[in-house]
């Protein structure tokens, strides 16, 4: 009676080693099924993170060109105000730097 008991106690224990196993395995399988969705939630975060500052660079990007344009014609604008300025103060120069000139070309020092 001893050896059907100890049988059996033994029997109990696989038993209970068996399903502790199934629980700890159980536990690991639904431990990686939730780093999997942890994972999967985070490449989705993470994608439309990249999309959202993408569309933000692509935005800023045409703006600065759009206020580059602006930038360029109405620095032209400016360049061309300024030369015509130069001109016109050169065109007024020049007759008494001709004269400065002439001046001291044709007087010689003996």
């Not at 109405?74 to 061309?80: A, I, M, N, P, S």
């Not at 007024?92 to 400065?100: A, G, I, Q, R």
């Amino acid at each position: 009676m001893d050896q059907t008991r100890a049988h059996g106690s033994i029997q109990m224990l696989l038993s209970a080693e068996h399903e502790a196993q199934q629980i700890v395995a159980d536990a690991r399988n639904l431990k990686l099924a939730r780093l999997r969705q942890a994972k999967e939630e985070a490449d989705r975060e993470v994608a439309s993170y990249r999309a959202q500052m993408e569309a933000e660079y692509q935005k800023s990007l045409s703006e600065s060109s759009g206020s580059s344009d602006s930038t360029v014609k109405r620095l032209e604008v400016e360049t061309e105000a300024k030369i015509k300025s130069l001109k016109d103060v050169g065109g007024k120069v020049s007759p008494e730097v001709v004269k400065m000139l002439l001046k001291h070309i044709i007087v010689v020092k003996s």
